[in-house]
Structure formats: structure tokens, C-alpha cells
């Protein structure tokens, strides 16, 4: 299983920009999809997750700005960002939980990350 992340980049504050990641392989379920985000020196830390059933969960930091969806039958998570601070620079992660086939548990998986730099 793999985790294609995009859409990261350079932006000034008040703008907005739109992570997409997108998993691919061995799937027979995800039970759910999302971001998170890291600073150097930080812990990475929850942004925003989605169940298959469409059930979210994310950090008050989020509310009002970001929205996150799914595309279940392209197995891919969005994450669209608006009124962007320079504090949301970070090295934003994709993270899904699937499972691989009926017989096995579910895995968790991350992407590489992408840049998300926020001029001010």
C-alpha cells in the first residue's frame, strides 16, 4: 500500500491551498483517511481525519478554515485550506487506516509529507 500525497507549496497568508492524497494497492477496505502535521522540534499532531462512513474528526486549529473530504471510490482524502496563517507551515502527512483483505487487521500507513510554507 502506498500513499501519494500533493498539492503542498508556497502561499501567502490569507490564501489557500488543496492536499490531495491518494492510496493505492492492496485495499480492501479503508477505514479511514487524513492529515496531520509536523514543525521541526514538534510532535506531529492531528489536522483532520475522515471515516468511510464520513465521520471527521479534527483539531479545533481547523474549524472554520480547513475541510477535509473523500472520494471512497478513488480512495483518496482531500484536505482544501483556506485563510492560511503562517503558523499552518508545517510538513503536512497523509495517514490512512486500511485493511489489506477480510482475513487481516487493519494497518496504519503514512505518506512522505508534503511542504506547506505560509508567507506573511
Known amino acids: 500500500v502506498q500513499l501519494q500525497a500533493s498539492g503542498g507549496g508556497l502561499v501567502q497568508a490569507g490564501g489557500s491551498l488543496r492536499l490531495s492524497c491518494a492510496a493505492s494497492g492492496n485495499i480492501f477496505s479503508i477505514l479511514r483517511m487524513g492529515w496531520y502535521r509536523q514543525v521541526p522540534g514538534n510532535q506531529r499532531e492531528l489536522v483532520a481525519t475522515i471515516s468511510g462512513g464520513g465521520m471527521i474528526n479534527s483539531a479545533d486549529f481547523v474549524k472554520g478554515r480547513f475541510t477535509i473530504s473523500r472520494d471512497n471510490a478513488k480512495n483518496t482524502v482531500f484536505l482544501q485550506m483556506n485563510s492560511l496563517k503562517a503558523e499552518d507551515t508545517a510538513v503536512y502527512y497523509c495517514?490512512?487506516?486500511?485493511?489489506?483483505?477480510?482475513?487481516?487487521?487493519?494497518?496504519?500507513?503514512w505518506g512522505k509529507g508534503t511542504q506547506v510554507t505560509v508567507s506573511s
Open positions: 495517514n490512512a487506516l486500511i485493511v489489506e483483505s477480510r482475513y487481516e487487521k487493519a494497518r496504519e500507513y
